[in-house]
């Protein structure tokens, strides 16, 4: 990720962390490109069917399968503007 592009995906994530409480929905869409953005492809194993959060969570990264770690950056950064963030 150039420095450029770090920057701005730095300052949307600390503009999440100040927003009222939102949606599940919504915090799985920013969980899932965050980590895109951070670590690429989802690994390890999905999380068994008692696990719902972890499930959720998981499916929400693995759903970002093959998006570059820029373009999720991107995609994060575009969001939180969405949000008003």
């Not at 100040?18 to 989802?42: E, F, I």
């Not at 696990?51 to 373009?71: L, P, Q």
Request: charged share 30%; proline share 4%.
């Amino acid at each position: 990720m150039d420095e450029e592009l770090k920057q701005e995906f730095d300052d949307a994530v600390e503009r999440v962390q100040a927003l009222p409480k939102q949606p599940s929905h919504v915090l799985l869409r920013l969980y899932g490109l965050y980590k895109q953005s951070t670590v690429g492809d989802a690994t390890g194993s999905r999380p068994g069917a008692m696990d719902f959060k972890g499930r959720a969570k998981w499916d929400a990264w693995a759903s970002n399968k093959g998006t570059s770690m820029d373009d999720a950056a991107e995609e994060y950064i575009a969001f939180c503007e969405e949000l008003g963030a």
